[in-house]
T-cell receptor, first 115, second 112 residues
Framework: GAVVSQHPSWVICKSGTSVKIECRSL??????MFWYRQFPKQSLMLMAT?????????EQGVEKDKFLINHASLTLSTLTVTSAHPEDSSFYIC???????????FGQGTRLTVV | GEDVEQSLFLSVREGDSSVINCTYT??????LYWYKQEPGAGLQLLTY?????DMKQDQRLTVLLNKKDKHLSLRIADTQTGDSAIYFC????????????FGKGTRLSVIA
């Protein structure tokens, strides 16, 4: 099946710094990518939807200036957590779909710890 | 309330069958999915079912859909310790490039 590669798989950063997470579709063109956040023992919460070449659509309550999403090509989307704080520590997962695909392919997730 | 609901925990003995249940509220759902998440990992698609079907079987997995009651279940036959994970059901309301709506996940523990 299609592969979505997410990098890094885990990262520890200092409070106040920025962290970039990459999501790549390896063998298909991902016209739409989704970014989810998963709190411990909770479900996945959609943060934003990004379509290649256009601005991301953020869900209510998600700060777009804090979680910068770029989807510059059909195979790459990035999520940058700016000025990270300990409360941003979480598991972030991206998923990607192609044009007519009903299946969402997920990355392996990134565990972010802000100290 | 939650759009997709699941019980949080299930414990079964190795070799028994596991049944994980899910209820959803949106009758316009077109596809319903089961994902498996192992510790520290992303999500792995196990199976999915179209909303016009009532059953789908794939090796040890059986999905049952009761559209009238908006109830979805995943049965794992001959459960193994490797099946221990969190299982998420999810629905998609409009086919195509729309996000999935997930339940909170059911943590399956398999006792040897």
């Amino acid at each position: 099946g299609a592969v979505v590669s997410q990098h890094p798989s885990w990262v520890i950063c200092k409070s106040g710094t920025s962290v970039k997470i990459e999501c790549r579709s390896l063998d298909f063109q991902a016209t739409t990518m989704f970014w989810y956040r998963q709190f411990p023992k909770q479900s996945l919460m959609l943060m934003a939807t990004s379509n290649e070449g256009s601005k991301a659509t953020y869900e209510q309550g998600v700060e777009k200036d804090k979680f910068l999403i770029n989807h510059a090509s059909l195979t790459l989307s990035t999520l940058t957590v700016t000025s990270a704080h300990p409360e941003d520590s979480s598991f972030y997962i991206c998923s990607a779909t192609g044009d007519v695909n009903t299946e969402a392919f997920f990355g392996q997730g990134t565990r972010l710890t802000v100290v | 309330g939650e759009d997709v609901e699941q019980s949080l925990f299930l414990s079964v003995r190795e070799g028994d069958s596991s049944v994980i249940n899910c209820t959803y509220t949106d009758s316009s759902s077109t596809y319903l999915y089961w994902y498996k998440q192992e510790p520290g990992a992303g999500l792995q698609l196990l199976t999915y079912i179209f909303s016009n079907m009532d059953m789908k079987q794939d090796q040890r997995l059986t999905v049952l859909l009761n559209k009238k009651d908006k109830h979805l279940s995943l049965r794992i036959a001959d459960t193994q310790t490797g099946d221990s994970a969190i299982y998420f059901c999810a629905e998609i309301r409009i086919s195509g490039n729309t996000p999935l709506v997930f339940g909170k996940g059911t943590r399956l523990s398999v006792i040897a």
